[in-house]
């Protein structure tokens, strides 16, 4: 059997499988506040991280950049608190916010959070709270005691209301016998009194613990300690006791210590609150657990190898969670099932057994309550025996035969009774169950005192049922329905509701619990009560989306009580949501109402709630009722709308015009025209308004066709006249001035004719000429407007209408003058007329216009009195004097000085008019405005380039200069030569040379410029010594003449010679630049052109000797470095004594391995500058010439070299003696190990490593050591790799590359003892294994399978085919499917029997459970029932049965199948039967079917009927019987002469044609016996008639008299209590014959029949419902008559 434990013991996680090293995991390191987070602070190489892992959540580690001294995780949520030094911060990781932040002003030692949101901080002086709520600081709590100096704190606990603190912490104390003992301080603080007591201790908490009788909880504080007597472990109340409560009692007891845990001691208390222990974990792993109550140890053992060193409470479980050294989080709980059983038997601890069972409701110690309840119970200790009854856990006395054993106790006179005791002490302890509730609560109805209910009802000390409420309903229906609602018996609680009138609440309680009562039924039985409330409750079932009820049978409900206007009411809510389904419903509510309540109607149509109803129907009742306007609204025949429309003095007009927009167009303009056709005058008014808003859909033209039709040219000037100023049709605009015409409204044709822009002005013109209007303002206005002026004045002068133009040119435009006067020409009208007409018209029109006219008919000399006439008046009106000039040119009146004096007339206008009379005048004209192309166009076609080239010079205008230079001007070259000879030989002012000049340039004329600068400079002139005139000759000749460019440098003095030289060298005359330098001495520029430009260096050096100057040498200098002359640039830069290119001589100097030289130049610059670079490139120049003892004593001395940069260069160079110098010079031990790698020192070059201390020169030494086959060498420095993750498998293949298995094995086994082994070496070493030594690697993987990486490890065993270590693998890293299939692919190597049935029960698919099953039966078919046992808790057993039945093994699982049958599979079932009828087992078979029925009964019976043996036949029988087959089960019987069965299945079956059957049978067969017998046994379906008969005619009245004699007895008494009953009826008719007529009580309404009530029609009753007077034949659930 196996051992029971009171534990449960559970492995969460392998902190080394989710990536944590080894290393880190510690006290230190490692954080774990709560269950629910573990927080690990990492170095990742250079990086430090933070990883949290959520326990919920484990394959999926948060890791963080983090550097902190510690971090420590919320309880609750992901917030993170670190300290870095003294500074304090407190992020939300999921918000990625800080929290809070703050600075202490000494070291934090130890800090916990306390709680959720606040943090407990301790330094060497005292101990903090910090609140996360707003922004506080930490505050002082309490100062700490002497007593914990120099002790390392290790936890700080707190009671739940933070009014006790703990501080703990421990010490080591060296003692007599040399041996280290830990030593524990603690100092417990009081909030509320202030002092602190220190203790000695090692591991303490805080606990709620309530004692039997007390009604608060008290805190207990709970430590241990081992000290130099033993351990302890004390329990004490801290505080005074609470108001009421008794003190809890000190405990101690002692903390047992193995002898081989000597040096062992407590470092970790939880308290289980759920089950009252303690949780006490020790330095060495020992788990100890403590009853709290009376500090019992209940079980002790170790649970971990490794020290734990964090613990946390396990909320889940109400135990213990800790990590330990190796990375394992472990958590230990109570077993609930077990650990009462466990106290017991193992413990014998039968007080505490029934103890922890009662206070914590745990199983396990029925039997010892049932025990002790019978003793004290049989001894007469009722209470106590109560008391026992009330406290046992799971209820299991707690039933009515317990009940029923109090009521059948007497009670004591003056004692309560025992009964009342036992409720008593339940109602104290919490909640009766259902018995119970009923067997109190019966008397107390009866002693009515219902308000003992209301309160336990309020305490909830009742279990409500249905029976409760049936209970209470007679005293007190409101309280029933508290019962019912708590009991949830819908239907009970809606009939209450009902009853009490709450109609409100049915639907909302309807809904809430989910149930769907007659509602129909509810809202009749309301109706009749109350038919507001009634009607209220209509309400609320429709008041959702989806009805609760038909709706159509809501409103025949109202219908049936003639309620139209509640009926209407509530259809308006109801269909408030006008859904297209309600469309009846909609026809049915407008139907009723249009029939008595047609203003309901109009109303409810007005607001337009419904659509979905039946429109044609409604409107003819609508019209019926006299609603015209609704009778259109849902009309739509033609036929019938301009029957009712031409009606209009009964409709609304404005609604009569808004509806005509939803008629469509042909029916609109046809109910117009019988609108108008059936009375125009009443009914134009109407139409224009119809016609109005509406002109765009019907369209214009055909409205006015219409109104034309009718020749209503009123209502067609009023139409249009209300649309006219909005539209842009020609038409309409045309059409209303018709009419407006027509009806004489004058001033309206005015306004048209003036403000439209839509009409077409032609047919306007000639309609208003034929119209002869009185007044021809109008056509005046339309000419006027649209240029038909010319016309105008034809027609007026025609028709002597010669007032109307004095009129239009006077009063309506006298801006058209000029129109009117040509009009009046072409009509031969006088001069004087005309005169005079412009002589009136002063100033008001165009003097351009009225000249032109004139002009055109070559009347100008008309005007010459006018126009002398306005310039005498002072005029300076242009063209006034345009005109004057052109008549002064015509009579050729002195022109010339008119246009010179005259400062107002167009120079264009008059120079344009001059150009083919008199050229000469026009350039005249054309100069005195600046009219600069004219006058060029006029002098190029006149050939006046004098003139023009005079003009151009004093003009000074770039761009007319740019046009007149242009290439395409054929008249360029006659023009330039005029300028060159006449008129810059003319001129004096610079000012018109320089804008020449520079014209001459930008038209890109360099020849003749040339010229023109020649003249200027060389012939003596005024402006020969002009600056900027000899740049530009010489510029000109060096891009147009470059043999003239010597000469002019050597004859000009006055010119900017560095710009001269720069231009001559961009363009490339060297030679001329170099005579420029060399002129004016700029040296440095010259030597300069002769290297980069002429590019001889010998001439340069020949300049620089003659010249010797410092700046020369080092231009040379340069340009020989940069054309490969090293030793000539490095002696030119010595000459000049320049250091300034060093770096670019040294790159040269380097190229060409000029050292020898370069050590001079470097000499020569270190002494005029001590830089870095000269001194790094002096110290490798001595390198590079071999000259070590200078370089020697160089570095010896002060420098500022670089001397590991120099020394890096001679490595790569493979210098590596003078590296060797230099390496050693500056200390540099990696680079000095590699360098005496390649002189062959490798001693050496290890001790440089070791000093080095750098995983690179490690592996560069390792690597040439392994090279070398210097293998002790090697390991020495592959130990300082392999302990870096990043580096190992680089070192292996190095080592595997070459073949040395053997020693990269030693070298990893000899790394499994360092400090800092981690996963990667005992995963590379498993795998090395696995390829060269198989036969070590199953050793290893026992020992270290917790520190390799599993899933690598597993794929190299699978390549290497080892298939028990895979095995192994696949359980420790739960991969338990794969386990199983490896196990079954390789029986041989792989299974074996224990480990499989462990592991199968583990496996996730469950599709292996069946081919473990084939696996057994091929390999191991002995043992498959003890596979199947295994497996029963998950297996699916009908697919098992079906899976041996297949393969015809099920009488090899018959032990599974007996185990199994608990489970009542149909199954499991069958395949047993048919294995007991197979072998006989007709017991076992009855006994199978009596316990476990799913199984086919007929088919069974069937073929048992067949069976050959009786028994079998008789089970048969009995299944019939059982599924109420009595016919065949009774026929079965006869058929087999079982008397006795056929006689009690005859009994049993309740039918009497299968009793009297078998009476007759038992007659044929003459077993009078047997018949005599059924008698007895059917007695009471049997019928006295028939009986009699068959035994007379039998002759067998013997066997028949006892039931005879029976029967006559039973009649007897029958009529004996009738013939009692019938006289107490008669005496109670003739006590009611003599009562009085009137009733001493009111008569009840509904027993006077359904139609003698007044006011209520007869018949009101519906379907379903019957008239109240006689019977209630099928009374609905529910339904109580009153």
Known sequence: ???????????????????????????????????????????????????????????????RPISADSAIMNPASKVIALKAGKTLQIFNIEMKSKVKAHNMTEEVQFWKWISVNTVALVTDTACYHWSM??????????????????????????????????????????????????????????????????????????????????????????????????????VIEVGQPAQGNQPFPKKATDVFFPPEAQNDFPVAMQVGQKYDVIYLITKYGYIHLYDIETATCIYM????????????????????????????????????????????????????????????????????????????????????????????????????????????????????????????????????????SLELCRPVLQQGRKQLLEKWLKEDKLECSEELGDLVKVADPTLALSVYLRANVPSKVIQCFAETGQTQKIVLYAKKVGYTPDYIFLLRSIMRINPDQGTQFAQMLVKDDEPLADINQIVDVFMESNMVQQCTAFLLEALSKNRPQEGPLQTRLLEMNLMYAPQVADAILGNQMFTHYDRAHIAQLCEKAGLLQRALEHYTDLYDIKRAVVHTHLLNPEWLVNYFGSLSVEDSLECIKAMLQSNIRQNLQVCVQIATKYHEQLTTQALIEIFESFKSFEGLFYFLGSIVNFSQDAEVHFKYIQAACKTGQIKEVERICRESNCYNPERVKNFLKEAKLTDQLPLIIVCDRFDYVHDLVLYLYRNNLQKYIEIYVQKVNPSRLPVVVGGLLDVDCGEDAIKQLILVIRGQFSTDELVAEVEKRNRLKLLLPWLEMRIHEGSVEPATHNALAKIYIDSNNNPERFLRENQYYDSKVVGKYCEKRDPHLACVAYERGHCDYELINVCNENSLFKSEARYLVRRRDAELWAHVLQEDNEYRSQLIDQVVQTALSETQDPEDISVTVKAFMTADLPNELIELLEKIVLDNSMFSDHRNLQNLLILTAIKADRTRVMEYINRLDNYDAPDIANIAISSELYEEAFAIFRKFEVNTSAIQVLIDHINNLDRAYEFAEKCNEPAVWSQLARAQLSNGMVKEAIDSYIKADDPSQYMEVVNVASRCNNWEDLVK???????????????????????????????EEFISGPNHAAITQVADRCFDNKMYEAAKLLYNNVSNFARLAITLVHLGEYQGAVDSARKA????????????????????????????????????????????????????????????????????????????????????????????????????????????????????????????DNAIITMMNHPTDAWKESHFKDVVTKVANIELYYKALQFYLDYKPLLLNDLLLVLTPRMDHTRAVTFFRKVGQIPLVKPYLRAVQNNNNKAINEALNNLLIEEEDYQGLRASIDAFDNFDNIALAQRLEKHELIEFRRIGAYLYKGNNRWKQSVDLCKKDRL????????????????????????????????????????YDLLRPDVILELSWRHNIMDFAMPYMIQVMREYTSKVDKLEQSDAVRSEEEQKATDKPLVFSEPQLMLTAGPSSMPGIPGQMYGPGMYPVTGSYPGAMPGYMPM
């Open 1 to 63: 059997m196996a051992q029971i434990l009171p534990i449960q013991f559970q492995e969460h996680l392998q902190l080394q499988n989710v990536g944590i090293n080894a290393a880190n995991i510690g006290f230190s390191t490692l954080t774990m506040e709560s269950d629910k987070f573990i927080c690990i602070r990492e170095k990742v190489g250079e990086t430090a991280q933070v990883v949290i892992i959520d326990l919920s959540d484990t394959t999926n580690p948060i890791r």
């Open 133 to 234: 709520e707003g922004d506080s600081q930490p505050q002082k709590v309490f100062e700490r005691h002497s007593s914990l100096a120099g002790c390392q704190i290790i936890h700080y606990r707190t009671d739940v209301k933070q009014q006790w603190l703990l501080l703990i912490g421990i010490s080591a104390q060296v003692g007599d016998t040399q041996t280290n003992r830990v030593v524990g301080a603690m100092q417990l603080y009081s909030v509320e009194r202030k002092v602190s007591q220190p203790i000695e201790g090692h591991a303490a908490a805080f606990a709620q613990f309530t004692i039997p009788g007390n009604a608060s909880p008290s805190t207990l504080f709970c430590f241990a300690v081992r000290g130099a007597q033993g351990g302890k472990l004390h």
């Open 301 to 436: 053992n170790r649970i971990s190898g490794d020290t734990i060193f964090v613990t946390a409470p396990h909320d889940a479980s109400s135990g213990i969670i800790g990590v330990n050294r190796k990375g394992q989080v472990l958590s230990v709980s109570v077993e609930e099932d077990s650990i009462v059983q466990y106290i017991t038997t193992t413990l014998q601890n039968p007080d505490l057994a029934l103890r922890i069972a009662s206070r914590n409701n745990l199983p396990g110690a029925e039997e010892l309550f049932v025990r002790k309840f019978n003793t004290l119970f049989q001894g007469g200790q009722y209470s106590d025996a109560a008391k026992v009854a009330a406290g046992a856990p799971k209820g299991i006395l707690r039933t009515p035969q317990t009940i029923q054993r109090f009521q059948q106790v007497p009670a004591q006179q003056g004692q309560t009774s025992p009964l009342l005791q036992y409720f008593g002490i339940l109602l104290d302890q919490g909640q009766l169950n259902k018995y119970e």
């Open 1161 to 1191: 130049y470097l000499q020569m610059a270190r002494k005029k500058a001590r830089e870095t670079f000269i001194e790094t490139e002096l110290v490798f120049a001595y390198a590079m010439t071999n000259r070590l003892a200078d370089l």
């Open 1253 to 1376: 201390n750098s995983t690179k020169t490690w592996k560069e030494v390792c690597f040439a050591c392994v090279d070398n086959e210097e293998f002790r060498l090697a390991q020495m420095c592959g130990l300082h790799i392999v302990v870096h993750a990043d580096e190992l498998e680089e070192l292996i293949n190095y080592y595997q590359d070459r073949g040395y298995f053997e020693e990269l094995i030693s070298l990893l086994e000899a790394a499994l003892g360092l400090e800092r082994a981690h996963m990667g070496i005992f995963t590379e070493l498993a795998i090395l294994y696995s390829k060269y030594k198989p036969g070590k690697m199953r050793e290893h993987l026992e020992l270290f399978w917790s520190r390799v990486n599993i899933p690598k490890v597993l794929r190299a065993a699978d390549q290497a085919h080892l298939w028990a270590e895979l095995v192994f693998l696949y359980d420790k890293y739960e991969e338990f």
């Open 1539 to 1578: 008397f006795k069965d056929a006689m009690l299945y005859a009994s049993e079956s309740r039918n009497i044609d299968i009793a009297e059957e078998l009476i007759a049978w038992f007659l044929e067969d003459k077993n009078y016996e047997c018949f005599a017998a059924s008698l007895f046994q059917c």
